[in-house]
């Protein structure tokens, strides 16, 4: 959010690099996040090294929190150099070294990033082997997160646009070790990012993350040990964890962590667990800000920069952009970023090819809309590839995309959402596509509410999966995804699929679904529709304790029942998320979706008890 991360991808030890030495727990990798009026990390000397045995490589001053997605996937050998990286402007100055706006990183929709926001930044963990003391480089997959659909104004969900997918490799780390000073380091599971060789054109998408969204209602670690296997069943190649105030921070940064962050050993256990399952971990991490951005160019130093000739906002950003990557590829060989495309789409080609980014890292396109505009965005990976980028992904979105406060997930626009991706990939060369990754926001931004909980979305997120594991969505599609999670007929474009399901967390989807459709419905019925409530029972009544006698065998009957009923209702689905979520969670979710309800039934009940005691 606004606080300060110091500079984690240059090696600042407020961040403890994060990339480097002992990352094993799915690494939050190049969380670059400049504050506002904060001197970025000047460089380091190559070998220079922190107390905890992290190489730390030497890095130009970042202007602002990056718009990359710390993706690891295999980079070109000739973009590699070991030289030291420059952050140099287009008219051959570097830019500024302090960003002058410290909003905060809200991932818009769905806790999905705002439109025309860059995301964040996530990357391939490097094992650090006790032996050696240094570093050794591994391949694997990234993603990272976008804003919600194109063109759309800031806040508004249904309008975002989608994010994109990633592909699976093999794995090759190792879990979460812990660094020398006894904090944990993130990491993850990597994989050999090698592609499988199959075409595009009508089959599926073969490299398939599904996003994480921790910043709300995260899921316990036991309940994802339960949840990974169906994701790899319905054709899951790996996670894309954003990790926010759940990474067991340590050092200066343990003021970061959420009292609900996920302890160190939680996190070696869910990368064990993927890693038995055959699923990349791929961390992702805020960096530029999505308030940022809008104010790029606004800070002292960088109109001083940019009143120099032919220097513009674009170059600017482009600049960071290569800094960040080229520190990544100083210290990483092996791993290429990738950054959410909003910032260059306006970009020309060749400001872009001029710029040195297209070699660098690797764009990725998203949309979560239903009618995503397939001959533009073919076009779009035409100018990327023009303009030098080797590969690029897809996003999508399986939930947190169609309203701020939606409770129950809309299958069929989420579905229709993958199949517009699919005829983007039947029209593009095969060998430009890396992958896909379904995003799954759970908040709009930090301060918004919940949207669809994980487990109401699973459905969704089934469809989804299959949907591009298969190249399409049929009938024997959808018997498969039912089969899979115990639902038999599976509703598509309603809520209400009967049944009660077999995945992990189905009580929850059916519990969810209930209050959704009839808890508020049900009380205002009472309250507002019912004749002795309104005729004889008035909010006048109620602060004066005045009811008829003959009026409170009509009514309180009725009030005490559906108070009864909700309260076990209530009690159930408690119980139900208690083995999903912390309580924290249940209690936002509860005082959002609940308690105003069932308070206004309760106020009720008791009204009626006291007016009938001043009776007596």
Known sequence: MGQHLGDPVCGDSTLGDPISGDSTLGDPILGADAAPDHEAAAGRGAEEEEEDGCLQPPCPGILLGSALL?????????????????????????????????????????????????????????????????????????????????????????????????????????????????????????????ATGQSNRG??????????????????????????????????????????????????????????????????????????QGLDVVPLVQSFGHMEVYYLGEGEESKQWLQQQNNTPQKLCLSHIKAVATCLAWS???????????????????????????????????????????????????????????????????????????????????????????????????????????????????????????????????????????????????????NLLGMPNLEIETFMSPGLGTFPGSSVLTLVTQISFHLKSSVDELLERNRYSTGWFSPYHRKRKIIHPIIVHHLQPDAVRLFSKWSAVVQDLQAAMEQVFPRCAIEEWMEENVHPHLQKLQGVVEDLDEAIRAQN
């Open 332 to 482: 990483y060989p092996m791993v290429t970023p990738i950054v959410w495309d909003d910032m260059l789409r306006g970009i020309s080609e060749e400001t872009l090819a001029e710029s040195g980014v297209p070699q660098l890292v690797q764009p990725m396109i998203w949309d979560y809309a239903t009618d995503i505009n397939v001959e533009g965005k073919v076009q779009l990976i035409e100018k990327y590839r023009r303009c030098g980028f080797s590969k690029v992904w897809f996003a999508s979105a399986f939930k947190g995309a169609t309203g701020a406060n939606q409770s129950l997930t809309l299958i069929g626009h989420h579905l229709r959402n993958q199949l517009e991706w699919l005829q983007v990939a039947q029209r593009s060369p095969a060998d430009v596509l890396e992958g896909i990754a379904l995003t799954g926001w759970q908040r709009y931004d930090h301060f918004a509410v919940l949207c669809e909980l994980l487990p109401v979305a699973i459905p969704s997120l089934a469809v989804c999966l299959q949907a591009l594991k298969n190249g399409g969505f049929s009938e024997k599609v959808k018997e498969n995804v039912e």
């Open 203 to 276: 089959r599926s998408m073969w490299r398939r993350l599904v996003h994480l969204d921790l910043k709300g209602a995260a899921p316990r670690a036991q309940y994802l040990e339960q949840v990974l296997p169906l994701l790899r069943a319905l054709g899951a190649t790996g996670l894309l964890l954003e990790y926010e105030d759940t990474f067991p921070y340590t050092g200066p940064l343990e003021v970061l962590q959420a009292p609900h962050a996920y302890s160190p050993e939680e996190l070696q256990a869910l990368l064990s667990w993927a890693r038995a």
């Open 70 to 194: 710390g993706a690891a996937v295999p980079a070109a050998p000739a973009a590699r150099s070991r030289s030291r990286p420059g952050a140099v402007g287009a008219a051959g100055q570097r830019p500024p070294l302090r960003s002058h706006h410290a909003s905060s990183a809200t991932s818009d929709a769905l806790g999905a990033p705002r439109p025309g926001l860059p995301a964040c930044l996530t990357g391939e963990r490097a094992r650090l082997p006790r032996e050696s003391g240094r570093i050794q480089r591994t391949a694997g997959s990234g993603g990272g997160t976008a804003p919600g659909q194109q063109g759309s104004q800031p806040g508004q969900r249904g309008t975002r646009g989608q994010r994109d997918n990633c592909t699976p490799g093999q794995q090759g780390s190792q879990p979460g070790q812990r660094g020398r000073d006894g904090g944990v380091r993130p990491g993850g599971v990597s994989r050999d990012a090698a």
